[in-house]
DNA sequence: TGCTTTCTTCTACATATGTAGTATATTTTA
DNA sequence: TAAAATATACTACATATGTAGAAGAAAGCA
């Protein structure tokens, strides 16, 4: 499931606190996005017919929730920028990302340290 | 820059073989994507608009040749992707990819011996 | 119970993107 | 040099995306 940079938005704010109204999820969009609730209304609309998010009526009112799971959403987005950015391989985006210097030292610290966790871990 | 999926491709064929033509850079897409050689002339054209490729004429024919890095290109599609996607941070993507085990053995391995590498070039 | 607030559903519209056809100019070639 | 092949510039059109207004239904309040 592909999503614009407008749904990340939307979704990020519902993974964060769901279910919820539209009107609750507006309080927890980032402030610099300030969108006219019906826009709102009109990508979680958007979002129901793509079946990445959950509505049901309270009352009159629509209550929503996820059901794209961020990691499904994470997983294809990562998948989409690798086929189109770095030739299919997960190794050439992660050597430029060290060889562009976007990793900090502590960055890369830390990084140190998940791999040798995951490697006692998982085998 | 941000650049479409479409678009990318066309980048990287350009990257891989420049300056050329239309017709030559229709000869080095991935052979999955068939497009009108007029489609081609269009993404270039908006391309050339963009400021993303430089175009000089030879005789009646168009030369291309990128002018934005594919470096760049790459950063800023990270970028995008990083902040959309994975709160801004980029140890949470590199978490990400540990944990949802996308990292396989070897590519693990390999990632350990580029840190590695870069620890010891850059400080 | 009428006014105000809040929701909902529709509709709208600009820009972006994918994809390509047409008409016309140019170049190559028989 | 006239026909064939190419290239160019324009135009077109569907779907996607960002953004929101309008009209009407419901709910809350004085």
Redesign the pocket.
């Known amino acids: 499931m592909?999503?614009?940079?407008?749904?990340?938005?939307i979704m990020n704010a519902l993974w964060a606190h769901h279910p919820a109204?539209?009107?609750q999820l507006a309080g927890q969009l980032p402030q610099e996005?300030?969108?006219?609730?019906?826009?709102i209304?009109?990508?979680l609309?958007?979002l129901v017919e793509?079946g990445a998010v959950g509505?049901h009526?309270q009352?009159?009112?629509?209550?929503y929730e996820p059901l794209l799971e961020r990691k499904n959403a994470r997983g294809s987005a990562i998948r989409t920028l690798i086929d189109q950015a770095f030739e299919g391989g997960l190794a050439p985006m992660l050597s430029f990302l060290m060889e562009d210097n976007r990793l900090s030292k502590s960055e890369r610290k830390v990084l140190k340290e998940m791999l040798d966790k995951n490697e006692t871990n998982k085998e």
Do not use: C, D, I
């Open positions: 592909k999503l614009s940079n407008a749904e990340w938005q109204t539209a009107r996005t300030k969108w006219a609730y019906t826009t209304k009109t990508m609309t958007r793509k509505e009526k009352g009159n009112t629509s209550v």
